[in-house]
């Protein structure tokens, strides 16, 4: 997930579309809250559907408490430098680690946080206040990471933040489990989709992430964001709008992204920005699948970038295989990434 590009093959372009002003943000996120409050209670912000009330008592596949709907817990909120260029532009991605995860893949690199849960419980007043000091420490944007299973005190926040002069893009950096109910609830108050895509069948979704229905669910939610956002469109060297879409290349193809590249073709949807990732390194719990138990190999990672370029793929960023070394996280840090 988190990881520099240390080659970008096509700078992402584009029309850039008029990201809204923080008076409109505030508006759009009010006349947003009623139908986030009603999607979180009973839940089904995420393919799970687990139908807990996440306004009360109740926690749901992701372990995730937000009180009474007005509390958050979150590991980090740091400048990172090891996103995609257009996420880190001089000043570096805002970036705020979020607690547990409504996937927890067993090869997570963020395991510590993920699945253990790592982190500081607090009110959503104060996460507005950590919007706001990133900005005044320079970030290019507010990335939200893994969001989705807080997502009604996160919008209270930048509701928040907002009417106190936060003025940043919003980055919405997801694993792709999320309703398209959501991320139609979410038009105009996140800026640019960073969807993580994971699998592209059943067997494998089920298999390292407990989640037979991630495909169905992450291909309705990109859908969704695309012809919400569209491609992604740029504010001088840093992204203002728009799709960015990753996907972690896994070994033996468990990640089917052959086939996801052909998928997006199917759907003109060659001009999205694609960041394909060389990183994955078996962590965690990897070792019990032993088809994944390695590191990705130079001519698994070529043969999916030359295959993007066959197939038309305007804007691909890509990595060096040596990445996994230097960008594993350790959330028992301050910085829980080197510089
Ligand atoms: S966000 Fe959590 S509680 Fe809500 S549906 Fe997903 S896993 Fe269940």
Same mark, same amino acid.
Request: charged share 20%.
């Given at each position: 997930?988190?990881?520099?590009?240390?080659?970008?093959?096509?700078?992402?372009?584009?029309?850039?579309?008029?990201?809204?002003?923080?008076?409109?943000?505030?508006?759009?996120?009010?006349?947003?809250?009623?139908?986030?409050?009603?999607?979180? #209670?009973?839940?089904? +912000?995420?393919?799970?559907?687990?139908? @807990? /009330?996440?306004?009360?008592?109740? &926690?749901? *596949?992701?372990?995730?408490?937000?009180?009474?709907?007005?509390?958050?817990?979150?590991?980090?909120?740091?400048?990172?430098?090891?996103?995609?260029?257009?996420?880190?532009?001089?000043?570096?991605?805002?970036?705020?680690?979020?607690?547990?995860?409504?996937?927890?893949?067993?090869?997570?690199?963020?395991?510590?946080?993920?699945?253990?849960?790592?982190?500081?419980?607090?009110?959503?007043?104060?996460?507005?206040?950590?919007?706001?000091?990133?900005?005044?420490?320079?970030?290019?944007?507010?990335?939200?990471?893994?969001?989705?299973?807080?997502?009604?005190?996160?919008?209270?926040?930048?509701?928040?933040?907002?009417?106190?002069?936060?003025?940043?893009?919003?980055?919405?950096?997801?694993?792709?489990?999320? #309703?398209?109910?959501? +991320?139609?609830?979410?038009?105009?108050? @996140? /800026?640019?989709?960073?969807?993580? &895509?994971? *699998?592209?069948?059943?067997?494998?979704?089920?298999?390292?992430?407990?989640?037979?229905?991630?495909?169905?669910?992450?291909?309705?939610?990109?859908?969704?964001?695309?012809?919400?956002?569209?491609?992604?469109?740029?504010?001088?060297?840093?992204?203002?709008?728009?799709?960015?879409?990753?996907?972690?290349?896994?070994?033996?193809?468990?990640?089917?992204?052959?086939?996801?590249?052909?998928?997006?073709?199917?759907?003109?949807?060659?001009?999205?920005?694609?960041?394909?990732?060389?990183?994955?390194?078996?962590?965690?719990?990897?070792?019990?699948?032993?088809?994944?138990?390695?590191?990705?190999?130079?001519?698994?990672?070529?043969?999916?970038?030359?295959?993007?370029?066959?197939?038309?793929?305007?804007?691909?960023?890509?990595?060096?295989?040596?990445?996994?070394?230097?960008?594993?996280?350790?959330?028992?840090?301050?910085?829980?990434?080197?510089?």
């Amino acid at each position: 997930m988190v990881r520099r590009c240390n080659r970008m093959k096509v700078a992402a372009s584009g029309a850039a579309m008029a990201r809204v002003n923080p008076k409109e943000k505030v508006e759009r996120i009010q006349a947003a809250l009623p139908g986030l409050r009603a999607l979180v #209670a009973p839940c089904r +912000v995420c393919g799970r559907a687990c139908g @807990v /009330d996440r306004t009360g008592a109740e &926690v749901g *596949y992701c372990r995730a408490d937000a009180g009474d709907g007005d509390h958050v817990r979150w590991s980090a909120a740091v400048l990172h430098f090891g996103e995609e260029p257009m996420l880190v532009g001089r000043g570096g991605s805002g970036t705020v680690f979020f607690s547990h995860c409504n996937l927890r893949c067993l090869f997570c690199q963020n395991w510590q946080i993920s699945h253990e849960g790592e982190g500081r419980t607090a009110h959503f007043r104060e996460l507005a206040q950590a919007f706001l000091d990133l900005q005044a420490q320079g970030a290019e944007n507010i990335n939200l990471v893994t969001p989705t299973q807080y997502i009604y005190p996160v919008v209270q926040a930048l509701g928040l933040a907002s009417e106190q002069g936060l003025s940043l893009p919003v980055v919405y950096n997801t694993n792709g489990y999320d #309703a398209a109910e959501l +991320v139609a609830l979410l038009g105009g108050i @996140v /800026d640019v989709w960073l969807p993580d &895509v994971k *699998y592209m069948e059943s067997p494998p979704a089920f298999r390292y992430s407990h989640a037979a229905n991630y495909p169905e669910v992450a291909q309705a939610a990109v859908q969704t964001m695309w012809r919400q956002s569209g491609p992604l469109s740029m504010e001088g060297d840093t992204a203002g709008g728009g799709v960015l879409i990753r996907h972690l290349v896994l070994p033996e193809n468990q990640s089917g992204t052959f086939e996801f590249l052909l998928w997006l073709k199917e759907r003109d949807m060659t001009s999205a920005a694609l960041s394909l990732m060389s990183q994955y390194s078996p962590q965690f719990r990897a070792a019990e699948c032993p088809e994944i138990n390695r590191s990705l190999t130079p001519k698994e990672y070529e043969d999916v970038v030359d295959f993007a370029a066959h197939l038309g793929f305007e804007h691909v960023l890509t990595q060096e295989m040596d990445s996994r070394a230097v960008y594993l996280p350790d959330f028992n840090r301050e910085e829980p990434f080197r510089r």
